[in-house]
């Protein structure tokens, strides 16, 4: 117990803003890592994922790579591409291990939430004239945005994790003071500093959570007697919001 009240003196310390890496500015770099990485990430695997969806194609490929960028080891991967790229492309080498992370998360949320759409509404966007491009944009992504929300929390959280290596090449984040507490074996800033990450990846995780739960469309409109009436006016419906 002493470990933990030690911890959040730590966290709460004046001596936190001074020094070679004040707390918040550590927060500011292992946040924009995060998101610098899973958007990089997402203009790679959503349009893919996409296509993947609508089209029914390559949807066993994209399992098998998910699958293989999962079981690479980060730490020893980061390691490996800093001594490739050179010590002056520590930060690229660092943030492409992190993007090969969270590919496959949201590559999942994109193409899940495509193939999860009932066919009959996307049938009855066709017999309404639509084109692929409208069932696309009109569609199948907004009625799969929360798997796709879904997909960006996943890939945000393990990455949020995995930016703690980040310092061990010196490129700093959160994970400066785990490895400096490990050096000088206080166990007080190691525990600090992984409470700040538990408390940032639930922040983190909040934040998707509630963006998830108002990411579905609403369609307003009495109930109707017909399924079939149902699936068009939600069609109609989806081609109205905005």
């Given at each position: ?76 991967l980061v390691v490996l591409l800093v ?39 996307i049938d009855a966007g066709r017999a ?115």
């Amino acid at each position: 117990m002493n470990y933990l009240f030690d911890a959040f003196a730590w966290i709460f310390s004046p001596a936190r803003l001074t020094g070679t890496l004040p707390l918040p500015v550590a927060i500011a770099q292992h946040v924009a890592f995060t998101f610098g990485s899973v958007a990089i990430a997402a203009v790679i695997a959503v349009p893919i994922g996409w296509l993947i969806g609508h089209t029914g194609k390559g949807r066993e490929i994209a399992v098998f790579l998910s699958g293989a960028a999962r079981a690479l080891p980060a730490l020893g991967l980061v390691v490996l591409l800093v001594m490739l790229f050179g010590v002056n492309l520590k930060t690229e080498a660092a943030v492409t291990v992190f993007v090969v992370l969270a590919i496959p998360s949201i590559l999942a949320g994109a193409y899940a939430g495509v193939e999860s759409i009932d066919r009959a509404v996307i049938d009855a966007g066709r017999a309404m004239g639509m084109t692929e491009w409208q069932i696309l944009f009109r569609i199948e992504m907004p009625l799969g945005l929360s798997l796709l929300i879904g997909g960006f929390r996943s890939a945000t959280l393990q990455v949020v994790a995995t930016v703690t290596i980040a310092a061990y090449v010196g490129l700093g984040g959160l994970g400066f003071y785990l490895i400096q507490g490990l050096n000088l074996r206080d166990f007080s800033e190691i525990l600090g500093a992984s409470i700040v990450i538990v408390a940032l990846a639930l922040v983190l995780d909040g934040v998707f959570a509630l963006l998830a739960r108002f990411a579905v469309p609403r369609i307003d409109g009495p109930r109707r007697r017909s399924a079939r009436v149902d699936i068009t006016d939600a069609v109609r419906a989806l081609q109205v919001s905005p």
